[in-house]
């Protein structure tokens, strides 16, 4: 007999974390009682690797959790039996990547037609007073989030006209532009929903009896590929910027939030429980 389970997948900055202090304090009642029920919460985030381990720390996270806008997805070791030695090993991780490394893609920055270099600020540009300057983090929040691994976020100084170029060179070198909350996320041909649909894939193969059930939460264009694959989207409303667009699925429940940030994230999971019961 097939019986079903709710796997959630999260966005971070805006949407489980507040966009302005990054607290996820108003969801951690919500978080508590998601885990009381072993319901699996996936960070699914623009953040690094090493972003993402200290605050897996502070939600109490033990789950995999997807990094670099789907470059890569990160599962501690032994978490599934079934996976083969393909996987990179790091740390106490399992990398399965998706897309090439950061170094890659700044050669490909270097090489940018000569009338749109001073069209974005890189993170490798700006160094860690400037992404502190451009994100509020502290300092060694900012160190965190300069470890990319698998692509360059760049803070986008131009107009819309050069924008355009700048994505067909961008496509040209195979590469592929995301507008997140605060910052354009160069990469490779990767996204949020791939790297979700990959993991789902592995929470079905370890448990074959098991139907799971998605929610994917988000607040900002580079969730599009996330909420489009899942069975229920919520996106969270931003105080910095509209909803992202989105063609919903006949068979998909979509809902957009009344509130900001982790208050609307909390509403998002009241509501789809609302909607099984």
């Not at 489980?16 to 985030?45: F, G, M, N």
């Not at 690094?48 to 990160?74: D, K, Q, W, Y």
Request: glycine fraction near 6%.
């Amino acid at each position: 007999m097939t019986s079903n389970q709710l796997i959630i997948f999260s966005d971070m900055d805006g949407s489980l974390l507040d966009h302005e202090s990054y607290s996820h304090e108003d969801a951690d009642e919500c978080l508590d009682w998601l885990r009381s029920k072993q319901i699996p919460v996936i960070p699914c985030t623009s953040k690094t690797r090493a972003e993402m381990e200290v605050l897996r720390t502070s939600i109490s996270n033990s789950h995999p959790f997807i990094v670099e806008n789907g470059a890569a997805v990160c599962i501690p070791k032994e978490y599934f039996t079934h996976l083969d030695n393909s996987l990179a090993e790091n740390g106490s991780y399992l990398i399965k990547h998706f897309a090439e490394t950061r170094a890659y893609w700044q050669d490909v920055l270097e090489n940018v037609p000569m009338h749109l270099n001073d069209a974005f600020l890189t993170f490798e540009q700006a160094g860690i007073d400037g992404i502190m300057q451009m994100t509020g983090l502290a300092i060694n929040e900012a160190r965190l989030a300069s470890q990319r691994e698998f692509g360059e976020p760049l803070k986008w100084l131009g107009n819309e006209q050069q924008f355009q170029q700048f994505e067909e060179y961008v496509i040209s070198q195979h590469g592929k532009l995301l507008k997140g909350g605060r910052f354009v996320h160069l990469s490779g041909d990767c996204d949020k929903g791939h790297a979700m649909n990959w993991l789902i894939e592995n929470y079905r193969q370890a448990s074959p009896g098991i139907n799971f059930i998605s929610i994917a939460l988000g607040d900002s264009q580079n969730d599009v590929a996330m909420l489009s694959v899942a069975d229920y989207a919520i996106m969270i409303r931003s105080p910095v910027h509209d909803f992202p667009v989105m063609e919903c699925k006949m068979e998909q429940q979509l809902y957009r939030t009344q509130q900001y940030g982790p208050k609307g994230w909390v509403e998002g999971i009241e509501y789809v429980l609302g909607q099984l019961n």
